[in-house]
């Protein structure tokens, strides 16, 4: 199971990630609340392990809020808080548990197990299906008695399955859950451990179909008892869709221009073929003809054709002259070719439901009020279908995804089912915008609906007019949105791949572009700046695979989404378009529901990534933070000083000169006697603030060098120049007139300093400034403090 564990200390974090991996969980760490915020909004887990003491938020305020978000995610608080006031505000925070540290760790794993089964509603440890079972406390894993030895992956995929054993994994879904956020590999992965794990489980007799595959959504574990059922992804696809024909009639017609024009070069290469004036020249243009026509072919209804075409692209590769007997089957193949071009196409696919106008579903019991939407829509650039109820058709939209939805209370008064409607549409449509329909018009009734996710509360009875008004406010935000964040360019020499691809990515909100020349591609690139490239590999100038190399060899494009789209199926040929550094292929012809599904996972995928390796970067730079300034008085600490003494000691060798003043507060241990340590935290925190202000901003450093010793780097500076400095600071301090009673020469808080200056050369070292400033120091100690001295290197 994945887990979110939010933990700042490193060693902590270290030992509970080992301890839990090594008992096949995945874990991704967040080092703070904000973080923990983030990664909790961005990706599903099966239960947040929380410490309390975090910086930028506590785990109580993490734990609120992620509540306050209605996400049910299982939090086990794990803190060494033990206090019942403390365990009191964690558990009224929201959280499922609460383990007091330290732990050990067979406590810790039987909780997190605990609140796993409470999750998936199963009381046992065991998970079974039929004869199969899985002992999560053992880990074995055994089919009639009979043990099962699995992989890590294999383990936990299986797990996975049987706990939500009637939900469908898409190979997204299975990534997220089994990989960590910044290790993802590509969807390649999924497909080979869903292989290889259905290999385990039917080397000891389980049947090969254990693991359903849902086409188009990913897979499933198949009922109990059950027989094989026909896809039901199969049968929607092929039910009636609305009619689209001006769009497709055209797409045909320049398509079927474009065949009329290659068959006449395919009529022209079987005649030289027979006639035995074969050329290089003329075989090269055939290739690449047939290889174009492998790939389209299949797209626009001429299915065996396209098999034809790749035979012969087959045949033609390679620099091999073609024998004899191979001459006689080119010359069969081009002649089939042609005689499968001259006749009618099969129908081609209609466009999917969301290329039409927008789809917007009502959930309704209401015939009449479905009939009158059903009449008015035809006023607006809408559709509308209307459902009795929820649970019965939401797989029918996985794909067809609604532009809006909207529930028609079914009382008087807004229920319990109402919002749990509306709950189960917001988790599986975050981003689709949703109205509820009711009678009451009390401010009880809209808080609810809100709280729940509602983005809009009409109040019946009103018109259609009214509600389709209301639509259609929401929508233009939406496809705004989706305008600004998509951009796909498309790079193929074929044109008439170009416009289907387009029809089929457009509908999404997809901005696409369309560059027929590879010899213009970079600066195309360049100056569109996509999101996703969609490239072809076989090309006239240069092909995929070079352009590939090309973006990944390019800081700026090296983690751009790269899908590749082929006719080619060879293994080494597909190993080559990944070690060019793809990130997926599509094989031509092009399965439309296959082909969306791709790019926009690859899409979202990829922002999710930007998305935490912004994250990464903050982490980094907090961590870089943490380790350079000093936590009390929020300037450089020792490291950083050392840091930038070196590299300006370098930087001014035998040029100019570096100046350094070492500053004491004066009697500060009776100071903090006196006052106590929090008034002399306060006044360090004064101090340094003041010297700060002595400075020149982004040239001078202002460092804690220890305890009540400060330091200042003074590059480009005389020794006169410091010798200024320091009577800056001296007043600047005698201006604070912090009483110090306890110091019997001053009624006020004062500082000695000690000054010295360079100019950096082969025979003098950095540490012997440092030696000089704190000799001068020591002196101005003995003059009787609130003084300076000067000791030139």
């Not at 992965?189 to 086409?215: F, M, Y």
């Not at 639509?471 to 170009?498: C, F, G, N, W, Y």
């Not at 490239?535 to 973006?551: H, K, Q, S, W």
């Amino acid at each position: 199971m994945k887990i979110l564990l939010v933990e700042d200390d490193q060693l902590t974090s270290d030992l509970l990630t080992t301890t839990l991996s090594e008992n096949r969980h995945v874990v991704d760490l967040a080092t703070d609340g904000a973080i923990a915020l983030e990664f909790a909004e961005l990706w599903d887990y099966d239960l947040i392990l929380l410490d309390v003491n975090l910086p930028k938020l506590d785990g109580v305020q993490v734990c609120r809020e992620i509540r306050s978000r209605d996400d049910t995610t299982p939090i086990l608080m794990l803190t060494a808080q033990e206090a019942d006031e403390d365990v009191i505000a964690g558990l009224d925070a929201g959280a499922d548990d609460y383990v007091i540290k330290p732990c050990k760790p067979e406590h810790l794993l039987a909780r997190i197990r605990a609140l796993l089964r409470r999750k998936t509603d199963s009381p046992a440890s065991t998970l079974v299906w039929g004869a199969l079972s899985l002992d999560l406390v053992s880990c074995r894993v055994t089919y009639h008695q009979q043990n099962i030895t699995l992989r890590r992956k294999e383990y936990m995929l299986l797990e996975l399955f049987l706990r939500y054993p009637q939900r469908v994994f898409s190979r997204s879904a299975i990534l997220d859950h089994l990989w960590t956020v910044d290790n993802f590999p590509s969807e390649g992965a999924v497909t080979n451990l869903i292989k290889d794990l259905r290999h385990r489980l039917t080397s000891v007799g389980l049947p090969q179909d254990v693991i359903e595959t849902v086409h188009g959504l990913g897979y499933r574990l198949k009922p109990v008892s059950q027989e094989p059922v026909p896809d039901q992804s199969l049968e929607r696809d092929g039910k009636a869709q609305p009619d689209h024909p001006l769009s497709i009639e055209h797409l045909q017609e320049r398509f079927q221009d474009s065949i009329q024009q290659r068959l006449l070069l395919l009529k022209d290469a079987e005649q030289m073929l027979l006639a035995g004036n074969w050329s290089e020249e003329l075989r090269q243009r055939v290739k690449q003809e047939v290889h174009r026509l492998a790939g389209s072919l299949g797209m626009y209804g001429y299915e065996r054709a396209s098999d034809v075409a790749r035979s012969l692209d087959r045949l033609l590769a390679g620099d091999i002259a073609i024998d004899q007997s191979q001459t006689a089957q080119c010359g069969q193949w081009l002649a089939e070719l042609q005689q499968q071009l001259s006749r009618p196409p099969n129908p081609v696919s209609q466009p999917a439901p969301s290329q039409l106008n927008p789809l917007v579903l009502m959930i309704s019991e209401n015939d009449h009020w479905a009939e009158a939407l059903q009449q008015a829509v035809r006023n607006w650039d809408l559709r509308v279908e209307v459902v009795p109820d929820w649970s019965p058709a939401q797989q029918q939209y996985v794909l067809d995804v609604p532009a809006a939805i909207a529930i028609e209370s079914r009382g008087s008064r807004l229920d319990e089912h109402d919002l749990d409607v509306l709950r189960e549409i917001k988790q599986q449509f975050p981003l689709v915008p949703v109205l509820m329909l009711a009678e009451q018009d009390d401010l009880i009734s809209h808080v609810v609906a809100s709280r729940v996710g509602s983005q809009r509360y009409l109040v019946k009875p009103l018109t259609p007019a009214q509600f389709f008004e209301a639509i259609t406010q929401l929508l233009p935000q939406m496809q705004a949105a989706k305008a600004e964040q998509v951009r796909v360019l498309i790079v193929d020499d074929d044109p008439s791949i170009h416009p289907i691809l387009t029809r089929l990515l457009q509908p999404w909100g997809l901005e696409v572009l369309s560059l027929e020349e590879p010899e213009r591609f970079w600066q195309v690139l360049t100056q569109t700046h996509p999101d996703l490239v969609l490239l072809d590999v076989e090309m006239a100038t240069f092909n995929g695979i070079e352009l590939c190399r090309v973006m990944r060899q390019d800081t700026r494009y090296s983690d751009l989404p790269i899908l590749v789209i082929t006719a080619h199926t060879e293994p080494d040929y597909i190993q080559q378009v990944f070690d060019a550094g793809a990130d997926d292929l599509l094989r031509k012809p092009i399965v439309d529901s296959e082909f969306v599904t791709r790019v926009i996972n690859r899409l979202e995928r990829s922002y999710l990534q930007r998305q935490v390796n912004r994250l990464r970067r903050q982490q980094t730079q907090q961590l870089y933070q943490q380790a350079t300034v000093d936590a009390l008085t929020q300037i450089a600490n020792r490291r950083a000083f050392d840091e930038f003494l070196q590299q300006s000691w370098q930087r001014l060798q035998g040029e100019h000169s570096l100046s350094l003043i070492l500053c004491d507060v004066d009697q500060f241990k009776l100071y903090n006697d006196r006052y106590g340590h929090l008034a002399g935290d306060r006044c360090l925190q004064q101090v340094a603030s003041t010297l700060q202000q002595c400075i020149r901003p982004g040239i001078d450093q202002v460092a804690r060098y220890g305890g009540e010793e400060f330091v200042l780097v003074l590059p480009d500076t005389s020794a006169s120049g410091a010798v200024s400095v320091a009577d800056r600071i001296q007043d600047a301090i005698a201006h604070l007139k912090i009483p110090h009673s306890e110091d019997a020469a001053y009624s006020y808080l004062s500082l000695s300093l000690g000054i010295t200056s360079a100019v950096p050369s082969a025979g003098k070292s950095f540490t012997d400034l440092i030696a000089m400033a704190d000799r001068a120091l020591y002196a101005a100690k003995e003059k009787g403090r609130n003084s300076y001295c000067l000791y030139p290197l």
